[in-house]
Structures are given as C-alpha cells and as structure tokens.
C-alpha cells in the first residue's frame, strides 16, 4: 500500500473506533442490549482499536522507510562529523559488551543533578533521528525550537496586542513618554529528564553496529515524538477562556483565522485535530459540492482547508474533549516554545532491571527538555460535534447538518 492508502486507512480505522464506542455508549441507556450485545460490541471495538494501531504503524514505518531512502538534501559529514559518529558506534558497541573503560568513563560523566549522562547521542545521529521524527508526525516541527545550553533560563516576550508603533524623534527635544513602554512577560523554562528502556535481545546485539544504530534510531524517534508530541498538546491544553471558540460550520472554523487571529498570525496558522475529527472535516462539502479539505499541490497526501495544512494527530494522543473533537488554530511557532537541552543519552546494562536472568541488554534512553506557552493570542482551540455542509437554495447558501 502506498501512504497515501495507508494514511487513509488508518483514518477510517480511527474512526470505525469512534463509531463503536458511540454505540457501546448508546447502549449504555438501552433497555433492551443484551449481555452478547455488551459482549459483542467490546470485542469489536477490541478488535477495531488493534488494526487502528496497526495502520498507524504500518504508516509510521513506510514514512521512516521515505525519510531514510530520501538522502538528495542531505549534505555530506565534514571529516570531524564522521569521526564523531565514528566513536559514537565504537563507545556503543563497547558499552552493550560492558568494556570496563567505557563503562567507567560513563558512570563518571554527570549532569548538572549529579546523574550519569551517558553515551550522548552526536548531532549527526540526533539529526537522522529528527528526521524520522517528521515522518511520525511530529508536533515538534510546528512548534519554536530553542537551543539551550542550561537546566533553566527565562526569556522575555512580548505578544502582538502589546506591541506599540515607535515614536517619531524627528524633534531635537523629542523624548519617549513613559506610557509607551512595551508590556513584556517574562517566560521561564526549567528543562525536565524523560526516560525509557528499551530491552534488545542478545541475539539482535550480534548484528552489526550499524545495524543496531539503525534500530535505536527508529525506537528513539517514536518515543521522543511521542513524548514532545504529548508535552506539546498539554501545555496547549492550558489556554485561556477567551482562547477557545465553538464552531459548527466550515464558516466558524473560517472566522477564527480571519478575525480572532492577528493577520501576522493567520498567514502562517495550521489546523490541528485528530483523526475523528479529521475524518468529520473531511467529509464536509461546499456549496458546490466540492469537499471542503483539498490535497496539498506540494504533498498530495496531506490536506489543506483555505490553503492552511490540516495536521492529524492519533485519537490515542490526541482524545475527543468529552463529546467534542479538538481543533487547535493558529500559528504554533508563534504560540508555544520547546525548550532543548540537545543533550540525548544512551545507557546499558546486561545485569539490572532483570536483564541477566533473560540474556538481554537494556538500554536507558533519556531526553531532555521543556515546553511553555509563548503567546497564547496565536492559537484558538475550537472544539466541535459536528460540522454543517454548505448546500445551495434558492441563490443563498443554507446549511445542512453533516455527521458521521
């Protein structure tokens, strides 16, 4: 199946998964449900969640596939990249087999909280990694990414609404009045350690480095988009009231980004939903008949609303806000801020965390980083139940409900 299949067939799966919680729901309230039926209906949704997660996997794993196949913009390594990566995959292949001096020199090299840093992960290898990030659908590429170099810092902001014209000083007297002094906010971050094991077989550590890397590159970019993605979509979660809008309309959806978003803003806004959600906007027509989501020219897999991308995130993640499906509009660059300490670890033993009663090596994955909100006027979140198709009468346009 191409991704294209692949990306419509787990929409269709995610939302066969809606449909049935919908009438384990509805059953809920029904006299006349049997056991079998409460039976039946949680062996299908059973059923429909498992090959949901697996299309996703199977479309996660031909995205990676593209990305590693795709090289024609990669530029080549300088000579010190290439030995930097170089000992990465010695020092690696030398901490699974436990050589007593890189073991040593590990547990030596502490971070600013007095714990063991590890084997960090070189820029070439954490530069493959973003790119397979991307094709998992990572948030983390809609989002500002800062570089730091510390455990905290702060920054100072100013939003749009604040921001005041300059004075004109034409005047050899001219002075600046107090009352034009910009409102800034002082924005903190304070970078956080997530971790995971990943366990590998004794066996798999036979294979060539290489090979192995490969591996850990895969395991690594799921786990960090997963864990940014889930960081990202909870700092969004925590916008103001006069952040969140109701629509039903393709026209709603529409007013938010003209009007409720600053122009600056709107010219470089997305919209962010899940895959219910998607699947509801995607079935919206005009008044022409024509649906309301269009194919990217450039990326004909994904879809575009006014021009504007439409990003799909997994139910999983990404949940229905009680009866509603999320929408988050706006220009995420501009409103939330990833703070990174680009300082990936990697960690392994074949004797703790049972390892040795097993014969595998575990291998301790940490990540470091934060995420805040930024500027809370660049994005909207509007949830919705269902969206009205625009249907032609008598030379207007009237509505008419369209559910799935």
């Known amino acids: 199946m191409t991704i294209d299949e692949l990306n419509n067939t787990w929409i269709t799966a995610g939302q066969k998964v809606s449909d049935l919680n919908a009438k384990a729901n509805r059953m809920l309230v029904d006299d006349n449900a049997t056991e079998d039926d409460v039976k039946n209906v949680q062996k299908e949704i059973a059923t429909a969640e498992s090959k949901r997660d697996l299309a996703k996997n ?10 590693v196949s795709d090289k024609k913009n990669k530029e080549p390594l300088n000579h010190e990249e290439k030995n930097l990566k170089q000992k990465f995959v010695r020092d690696f292949v030398d901490m ?24 960090t992960i070189p820029q070439d290898v954490q530069t493959t990694i973003n790119l397979l990030k991307r094709q998992f659908n990572s948030l983390e590429q809609y989002v500002d990414v800062q570089k730091v170099g510390t455990k905290s810092g702060s ?14 000083l034409d005047a050899e007297d001219a002075l600046i009045p107090d009352s034009d002094e910009p409102s800034f906010h ?26 192995i890397l490969a591996y850990l590159n895969q395991w690594i970019a799921k786990k960090s988009t997963i864990t940014r993605n889930t960081k990202i979509l909870s700092v969004l979660g925590t916008l103001p009231a006069a952040q969140k809008k109701a629509v039903t309309t393709i026209d709603d959806i529409k007013t938010i980004a003209n009007v409720n978003l600053d122009p600056m803003i709107a010219a470089t806004s997305i919209y962010i939903t899940n895959q219910s959600g998607f699947d509801i906007l995607d079935h ?23 021009g504007k991308p439409v990003v799909v995130i997994s139910d999983k993640w990404l949940p229905k806000d009680g009866a509603n499906f999320p ?28 390892a040795f009663e097993h014969d595998q090596t575990k291998i301790r994955f940490i990540d470091r980083f934060d995420v805040t909100l930024w500027d809370q006027e660049a994005v909207v979140y ?21 559910t799935k």
């Open 186 to 211: 002082l924005v903190k971050y304070l970078i956080a350690r997530y971790s995971d094991i990943l366990t590998l077989t004794n066996t798999l550590l036979k294979d060539t480095a290489e090979d």
């Open 155 to 168: 920054r100072v902001m100013e939003s749009l609404s604040d921001i005041k014209p300059m004075d004109n």
């Open 327 to 354: 929408l988050y509009i706006g220009d995420l660059k501009q409103a939330v801020k990833l703070w990174d300490r680009e300082q990936m670890s990697l960690l392994s033993t074949n004797i703790g965390a049972g």
């Open 96 to 119: 699974v087999q436990g050589d007593p001096k890189i073991v040593n020199e590990l547990k030596s090299d502490l971070d600013e909280n007095g714990n063991g840093i590890g084997l």
């Open 58 to 67: 199977q479309l996660d794993a031909a995205r990676a596939a593209e990305a």
């Open 382 to 402: 509007a949830t919705f139940s269902k969206i009205a198709d625009m249907t032609p009468s008598a030379g207007t346009a009237t509505t008419s409900a369209s």
């Open 284 to 306: 919206v027509k005009d008044a022409e008949g024509r649906y309301a989501l269009q194919p990217d020219p450039k990326q004909p897999t994904q879809k575009t609303l006014g």
